[in-house]
């Protein structure tokens, strides 16, 4: 329907106003560009997230820390049009990867900018203020979003009772955390298609109608991660 409006408007145009035409034409298949790649975005990336198992996430990290959102900037990237979302850490324990870093500027597809909204399904951006731990996939590739596995490589912190605990994106209390690298392939479960905000094979989630589990405590899940590292 855009590109149908673009054709006939051009083919309207006077010659004389060739130069406005052009001008005015190049802003419309950017917006047309925008579009699309919105389009790409919420059809293509948001519903074909492969399901990992806690050992894939760390093995494909290049980068797991315990950190605290900083600030948020929102801006078009150039070369796209599209809206992104730059997030900035403050970096508390590199876990995994280089640990001469203080601070760390991630960038996310999607957000708010100048009453324009941009969302990504699956794509949770990590909010001002919150802590967590964040298996990063890459701190220099192009991605839509940095995080292994996206909500599988996002793990959220919060206090009760003076202990810092761990939960998913959606807040469900993480339980447990099991290797599955010793599982014979032969009965292991195939990876398939991630739900939206679920955690990865191997990650306990506690969920209502079980028996109360108290969450793990952040530096249980670092002593884990670190288990499977070595």
């Known amino acids: ?56 996430v760390v093995m494909k990290a290049e ?27 403050l970096v508390v324990d590199v ?10 500027e991630l960038k996310f597809a999607g957000g708010t900018l100048n009453g324009e909204t941009v969302r990504v399904n699956g794509l949770s951006i990590p909010q001002p203020g919150e802590q967590g731990i964040y298996f990063v996939e890459s701190t220099s590739n192009e991605l839509i979003n940095p995080l292994v596995g996206w909500s599988q490589g996002h793990f959220v912190i919060k206090e009760s009772e003076g202990k810092r605990m761990v939960y998913t994106t959606d807040l469900k209390p993480v339980v447990g955390i099991q290797s599955v690298s010793s599982i014979p392939l032969t009965i292991k479960r195939p990876n398939n298609i991630l739900e939206e905000n679920t955690a990865a094979a191997g990650i306990l989630v506690g969920s209502e109608g079980q028996r109360r589990r108290r969450p793990l405590q952040v530096n249980q899940l670092k002593s884990e991660i670190l288990e499977m590292i070595r």
């Not at 673009?6 to 035409?21: P, Q, W």
């Not at 034409?25 to 399901?51: C, D, M, N, V």
């Not at 950190?67 to 850490?89: A, C, K, M, Q, Y």
């Open 63 to 89: 980068l797991v820390f315990e950190g605290e959102v900083l600030t948020h900037e929102v801006r078009v990237d150039p070369s796209s049009n599209l809206i992104n979302t730059f997030v900035t850490f």
């Open 1 to 56: 329907t855009h590109l149908l409006i673009v054709t006939m408007f051009i083919s309207n145009l006077d010659i004389s106003k060739r130069t406005a035409t052009f001008q005015l034409s190049g802003r419309l298949i950017a917006r047309l560009t925008f579009l699309l790649g919105l389009l790409w975005l919420s059809i293509g990336y948001g519903t074909t997230i492969q399901k990992l198992n806690i050992d894939d």
């Open 95 to 104: 876990i995994k990867g280089s640990n001469q870093i203080d601070t760390l």
